[in-house]
């Protein structure tokens, strides 16, 4: 058969489990990623997920003569940003997280969440458990690696993304241990009228505007939960709320999902956020105390970190150091 190349259509070819993404030139800069931050030892990857390829960066130690296995941590980031760099208040806290753990003798992976960068899949239908199974696939793919410790591969989940961090781990065996960072020990539901409490408290409404704000939005939430009772709300809030990632996070509950998680628990928090305040790792923390048999959580609270868990800008250095020393006992 003769094939036209002039003619064909196709924007975008995927062979997921060959690791193989083709786009075609004059549509690829939908796909191109503004890279703020690159480490020594960054290397791009394709990661086969559920029928698509996750982009990711692979970053390593520098080369240490006698040494063949390193062990890996996962970092699984929030819907927002979605960018493997997780970039909060300008700070790439992932890139800049790799760098410090790869210099302390560990491989370290990061990628865009499904359907965001140069990712593939979708967004509109995903849900947590989605984004937990995406999780899972990287897992899977750093447990094939010559160069992982394939008995000490953690999985750091930040902001929502422990979510998908503390989901993957209670149903895959192989991940070894779960951080998590600036992450919520609340349901979903509770987290976002608190977050939205705290917002109206800065604005100074008068106590009547102030309720009827609070009222739409627990009613705003009780629709996506129900999938009925949208009447009296603005359409433009119902088709920016009611969607599958949202309802997933609204009834998200970590007690039953960190009751199921037979690993190592690492709770890290900055105590300066002011999304997610740090009485909330003590929620997480509790949590992971009353699982029966299993060693209590570390838990590691850094007072003058914010919500990038930076200070002044520059990535605390007591994240990385917690992490490493946390894994030297695994």
Request: glycine content about 6%; charged content about 25%.
């Amino acid at each position: 058969a003769v094939v036209n190349y002039n003619k064909l259509s196709v924007v975008r070819f995927e062979i997921p489990y060959a690791g193989l993404l083709i786009v075609r030139e004059d549509a690829s800069s939908v796909a191109v990623r503004p890279e703020v931050a690159r480490n020594p030892t960054d290397a791009s990857v394709s990661i086969p997920a559920n029928g698509f390829v996750l982009a990711g960066t692979l970053t390593t130690p520098p080369a240490v003569a006698g040494r063949l296995r390193y062990p890996a941590v996962l970092l699984v980031g929030g819907t927002s940003p979605a960018d493997r760099d997780q970039i909060v208040n300008g700070v790439p806290v992932f890139a800049n997280l790799a760098r410090a753990l790869a210099d302390s003798g560990h491989v370290v992976l990061r990628y865009d969440r499904r359907g965001a960068g140069q990712s593939g899949g979708r967004t509109e239908s995903a849900t947590i458990a989605d984004y937990a199974d995406d999780a899972v696939a990287a897992a899977r793919w750093l447990k094939r690696r010559k160069d992982v410790d394939d008995k000490r591969i953690v999985v750091a989940g930040y902001g929502d993304g422990a979510a998908a961090a503390l989901i993957a781990a209670s149903r895959h065996k192989d991940i070894d241990g779960v951080v998590t960072l600036n992450a919520s020990g609340s349901r979903g539901a509770d987290l976002i009228l608190q977050q939205q409490q705290r917002v109206l408290d800065s604005l100074n409404l008068p106590p009547a505007e102030r309720q009827a704000r609070i009222d739409l939005q627990t009613k705003i939430q009780a629709a996506v939960i129900a999938g009925s009772g949208w009447e009296g709300i603005p359409p433009a809030m119902r088709k920016q709320a009611d969607t599958p990632w949202f309802k997933s996070l609204l009834t998200y509950d970590p007690a039953p999902v960190i009751a199921k998680v037979k690993r190592p628990i690492l709770i890290v928090h900055g105590d300066l956020d002011a999304s997610i305040p740090a009485t909330e790792a003590d929620k997480l923390a509790a949590l992971a105390l009353a699982r029966k048999k299993i060693a209590p959580p570390d838990v590691v609270h850094i007072p003058d970190a914010d919500q990038a868990l930076s200070v002044k800008g520059t990535l605390s250095p007591k994240l990385a150091a917690a992490i490493a020393e946390w894994i030297k006992k695994l």
